[in-house]
């Protein structure tokens, strides 16, 4: 038995140059940070000759063609892996809420699957699979800055190439800095689910008509990266997320809606320095930085919605347990 454990990632800017419409014309760039909210995937043998997945539900299937789940009927082609598997997956946190879901669970897929079969992949291996995995195996209009986030873990600076090369940059940051961004955060959930899929065909197809929007998406990545390495500036930090969240919403492609608007303007005035939607929008969760005093302020003001605590996860897609 085999467990991978892959975490989940928020997005600070960036979100969007990542997609193949972006960057196959100029280089896109994200500033991302794993958080530690895992995706959970266990694999092992399994004596009869087919396939059990569990997740929301439970299916058994006798090839792996016939899995009905589409990551993991991929993973498992891409790794040569057939009957007599059981796959069992177990999130922390639910999909379609702007964390990533999806692409951390082929992360943590393939991981755990290449693990059985006795071997290494480094991170930059999982990332490339996973995306193959999702943006050409099964088409999803996705980008690529979730699979490296969840496979490398930390704070990254992460380019897309032309070429379709990735780098990605640890950002070096004093250990103060990171826990001054643990203490401001502060992540609510909306109690609305979306499927990313429809909202980022829309922004795919209007990308040529929003580039200088992006650019400046783009170029902000670089600047927040700037900002807070060294000792940080968490308040110019903050002050460049708001920048970069008024910037997001004026692409339309239903990134925001009237509720997220209303609840990010009574947040800002109940003392929220700066904050977005995670993911591609439309709902999930929302991310603010703010003075610790001024949390609870905030809570009321949003009706006390749930909330996530943030925490920064220095590792990527690891495994965790291995059982003869």
């Known amino acids: 038995m085999i467990i991978s454990q892959t975490p989940y990632r928020v997005s600070f800017a960036g979100g969007g140059t990542d997609l193949p419409a972006f960057y196959r014309a100029e280089c896109g760039a994200v500033l991302s940070v794993a958080v ?72 943590g897929l393939l991981n755990a ?33 979730d699979q490296y986030a969840a496979a490398f873990g930390g704070l990254n600076y992460i380019r897309f190439n032309p070429d379709e090369s ?17 203490r401001r ?32 998406m783009r170029d902000l990545a670089s600047e927040m990266r700037a900002v807070i390495s060294g000792r940080g500036n968490i308040d110019e930090f903050a002050r460049l997320l708001h920048c970069g969240w008024e910037l997001k919403r004026s692409l339309g492609f239903g990134i925001s809606d009237a509720k997220v608007d ?8 109940a003392g929220a320095q700066g904050g977005k939607l995670l993911g591609a929008g439309g709902g999930g969760f929302v991310f603010l930085l703010a003075p610790p005093e001024k949390h609870e302020a905030i809570r009321e003001a949003l009706g006390r919605p749930r909330e996530l605590e943030f925490r920064i996860d220095r590792l990527g897609s690891r495994i965790i347990f291995i059982s003869e």
């Open 113 to 145: 699957m290449y693990a059985l079969k006795g071997r290494v992949t480094s991170p930059h291996q999982l990332a490339r699979e996973a995306c193959r995995i999702e943006i050409e195996h099964l088409a999803k209009p996705i980008g690529k800055q």
């Open 185 to 216: 955060a502060i992540v609510l959930y909306t109690e609305q689910r979306r499927d990313a899929d429809g909202i980022l065909k829309k922004q795919s197809e209007g990308t040529a008509d929003k580039m200088r929007v992006l650019r400046e």
């Open 36 to 107: 530690q909210k895992h995706m959970y995937v266990t694999v092992t043998r399994r004596f009869e000759p087919s396939v059990r997945v569990s997740y929301t539900k439970t299916e058994i299937a006798d090839t792996a063609e016939q899995v009905q789940h589409t990551i993991v009927r991929e993973a498992l082609k891409m790794t040569g892996l057939g009957p007599h598997m059981e796959i069992v997956t177990i999130g922390d946190v639910p999909a379609g809420t702007g964390m990533g879901s999806s692409s951390t669970l082929t992360v």
């Open 262 to 269: 209303e609840w990010y303007d009574a947040a800002r005035k």
């Open 166 to 182: 990735v780098d990605v940059q640890p950002v070096p940051c004093a250990a103060e800095s990171l826990a001054e961004l643990e």
